[in-house]
């Protein structure tokens, strides 16, 4: 099957401080999810990237869909303590339009904690 | 954007109960999913729906049941808990462009 890892696992921060993880796979893919998810709820879409190479912000988030379409990466600046969560990425072989039935893959989880 | 319901958020049975979760999504979505999930570890795709009448088991083999009669609608049934299915269940459904928007997911214990 597809393997996907997301890195780091888990981290902690000073309050201000800029944030970066990522996903890697051995697979193709044409959409690329990130979501971030608070303790006891479900999952958050923050930002969805559906071109290689494409780089797109969502306030103080910023994601990158690799150019060998193989990762992706999140950065968070000036985390604030609102930040902690676990942030999720969800690759699909699909495009975002149209497409097969391809279902999404979730890494992991990079936890992040803050030190206020 | 989605809106997308689960009941309950939380629920303490005893083992061989019959259980069912619900999941109901108001925006149309043909697409619907359910995921279980432990505390702070990685989400496992076991059923999915790509509309009425249609389901399909996921990747991680799950003894719960489901069943799609109406679009909105796509409950997830136990007909026997056990210990080993205390686990977060959460819903989705996918909208435009493969995002899924996820329910705020039911805990389950069962004792």
């Known amino acids: 099957g597809q393997q996907l890892n997301q890195s780091p696992q888990s981290m902690f921060i000073q309050e201000g401080e800029d944030v970066s993880m990522n996903c890697t796979s051995s697979?193709?893919?044409?959409?690329w999810l990130w979501y971030k998810q608070d303790p006891g709820e479900g999952p958050v879409l923050l930002i969805a990237?559906?071109?290689?190479?494409e780089l797109t912000s969502n306030g103080r988030l910023t994601a990158q869909f690799g150019t060998t379409r193989k990762d992706s990466f999140l950065n968070i600046s000036a985390s604030i303590p609102s930040d902690v969560g676990i942030y999720f990425c969800?690759?699909?072989?699909?495009?975002?339009?149209?497409?097969?039935?391809?279902?999404?893959?979730f890494g992991k989880g990079t936890k992040l904690s803050v030190k206020p | 954007e989605a809106d997308i319901y689960q009941t309950p958020r939380y629920l303490v049975i005893g083992t061989g109960k019959k259980i069912t979760l619900e999941c109901s999504q108001t925006?149309?979505?043909?697409?619907m999913y359910w995921y279980q999930q432990d505390p702070g570890m990685e989400l496992h795709l076991i059923h999915y729906s790509y509309g009425v009448n249609s389901t399909e088991k996921g990747d991680l083999s799950s003894e719960s049941t489901v069943s799609r009669i109406r679009t909105e609608h796509f409950p997830l049934t136990l007909e026997s808990a056990r210990p080993s299915h205390t686990s977060q269940y959460l819903c989705?459904?996918?909208?435009?462009?493969?995002?899924?928007?996820f329910g705020p997911g039911t805990r389950l214990l069962v004792l």
């Open positions: 925006m149309g979505h043909d697409k």
């Open positions: 969800a690759p699909s072989p699909d495009g975002g339009y149209g497409g097969s039935q391809g279902n999404l893959i």
């Open positions: 989705a459904s996918m909208g435009l462009a493969k995002t899924q928007y």
């Open positions: 990237l559906y071109k290689a190479g």
């Open positions: 697979s193709i893919f044409n959409t």
